[in-house]
C-alpha cells in the first residue's frame, strides 16, 4: 500500500509541471478575428507611416574604416 501511494505521488509531480503548461496554451484564443474597424483602421495608419518614415532616411554612402591608415 504505501509503495502505491509513493508511485502515485512520484507520478503527480512528474505530470504536474507539463500540465500547467500545456494549460496556458489552451487557453488563450486568437484575437485577430476579433479586432474592431478602429484597430485595422489604426494599425493601417501606424503601417502606412512606418514604411513611409523608412522612406524618408537618406541613402548612406559606404564607409572604409581603414582609409586614412592606408
Do not use: N
Request: charged share 30%; hydrophobic share 40%.
Amino acid at each position: 500500500m504505501c509503495r502505491l501511494i509513493v508511485s502515485l505521488v512520484a507520478v503527480t509531480l512528474l505530470i504536474s509541471p507539463a500540465f500547467a503548461q500545456s494549460r496556458g496554451k489552451v487557453s488563450k484564443a486568437p484575437d485577430s478575428s476579433q479586432q474592431t474597424e478602429d484597430k485595422k483602421k489604426a494599425k493601417a495608419a501606424a503601417e502606412k507611416a512606418y514604411k513611409d518614415a523608412l522612406h524618408s532616411i537618406p541613402e548612406q554612402k559606404p564607409t572604409d574604416p581603414w582609409a586614412k591608415m592606408r
